[in-house]
């Protein structure tokens, strides 16, 4: 079955870097594009952007241009967000989510079970 | 950006109960939404895609509706796992925005 497995919590100071990864399993990897949203604590979700599993281009949302990056590797079936610059706002639950076609347009029908980044002094 | 907005944005019910929740977009997209559940600490689940399709697995008491504005989503005979925060969100265009959730509770 699909599954997208993120890694662990992480705690870090302001003015740091992070680097989420989003494992997949249970499918072909390069043929589903990869979304990314970030839910802030106890608000809603807001998708960050996605990238294209097969030719590796990424699309950002626009708050989230210039400090946040996807990437992949695909040998390993890996997508990757990377914050730079951290900051105390950047403290969300940052979720993987595979894109789907359907009637016309992409769902995002499997979810990893979610990174949270704390950003504290 | 296209907005979507849900109402109520709070509801208490009780089990066997039959809820309706709305999206309103502040644009045309067609069919193109989708319904999703969110459980505390857990991710979001997919329910409904193109407005009104049940994705597999999902049982039948969730049905959705509507098209260009408005969509409906409506849960029949409410169960004890049902209470959730439901989100709707357009893939009509970019960026794909979400309403900001409906949180049903037990009354």
């Not at chain 1, 870097?17 to 989003?22: G, H, L, Y």
């Not at chain 1, 809603?44 to 990056?69: H, S």
């Not at chain 2, 997209?29 to 505390?40: D, H």
């Amino acid at each position: 079955q699909v599954q997208l497995v993120q890694s662990g919590s992480e705690l870090k100071k302001p003015g740091a870097s992070v680097k989420v990864s989003c494992k997949a399993s249970g499918y072909t990897f390069t043929s589903n594009a990869m979304n990314w949203v970030r839910q802030a604590p106890g608000q809603g979700l807001e998708w960050m952007g996605w990238i294209n599993t097969n030719a590796g281009n990424p699309t950002y949302a626009q708050d989230f241009t210039g400090r946040f990056v996807f990437s992949l590797d695909t040998s390993v079936s890996t997508a990757f967000l990377q914050i730079s610059s951290l900051k105390p706002e950047d403290t969300a639950v940052y979720y993987c989510a595979r894109t789907i076609a359907a009637a016309g347009s992409f769902y995002f029908d499997n979810w990893g079970q979610g990174t949270l980044v704390t950003v504290s002094s | 950006d296209i907005q979507l907005t849900q109402s109520p944005s709070f509801l208490s019910a009780s089990v066997g109960d039959r809820v309706t929740i709305t999206c309103r977009a502040s644009q045309g997209i067609s069919n193109y939404l989708a319904w999703y559940q969110q459980k505390p600490g857990k991710a979001p689940k997919l329910l409904i895609y193109a407005a009104s399709t049940l994705q597999s697995g999902v049982p039948s008491r969730f049905s959705g509706s509507g098209s260009g504005t408005e969509f409906t989503l409506t849960i029949n005979s409410l169960q004890p796992e049902d209470f959730a925060t439901y989100y709707c969100q357009q893939v009509n265009s970019y960026p794909r925005t979400f309403g900001q959730g409906t949180k049903v509770e037990i009354k």
